[in-house]
């Protein structure tokens, strides 16, 4: 089964930007879905972007739509979340998953069966 190490998290303040990065253990080109989730305190996980395992399709939550990019390097097995304009709201412990090449809904938890540990994101005002 897939590893997966998320790494890049940190303290930033609004308006900010920062990568996170997902070190796979295995080749995900083609094999996997992969995607960020995100969990602040108090609240459930929630989707916020993913990237098809051909072609590279990208999907993005509403509220991270414009400001977040998706993109993975094959080469390294490695999935990127660029995060820019980051506000207050976006302060959450942000995990990657990988889900079969064939998900259907990438912005459902159940859709994924390999998760990372996590990294925090912490976003001050």
């Known amino acids: 089964q897939v590893q997966l190490v998320e790494s890049g998290g940190g303290s930033v303040q609004t308006g900010d930007s920062l990568r996170v990065a997902c070190a796979a253990s295995?080749?995900?080109?083609?094999?996997?879905?992969m995607a960020w989730f995100r969990q602040a305190p108090g609240k459930e996980r929630e989707f916020v972007a993913a990237i098809s395992a051909i072609g590279g399709r990208t999907y993005y939550a509403d509220y991270v739509k414009g400001r977040f990019i998706i993109s993975r390097d094959n080469d390294k097995n490695t999935v990127y979340l660029q995060m820019s304009r980051l506000e207050p709201e976006d302060t959450a412990v942000y995990s990657c998953?990988?889900?079969?090449?064939?998900?259907?809904?990438?912005?459902?938890?159940?859709?994924?069966?390999?998760w990372g540990q996590g990294t925090q994101v912490t976003v001050s005002s």
């Open positions: 998953a990988a889900g079969p090449y064939d998900v259907t809904y990438y912005a459902t938890v159940h859709s994924y069966n390999y």
């Open positions: 295995e080749r995900i080109d083609s094999r996997y879905v």
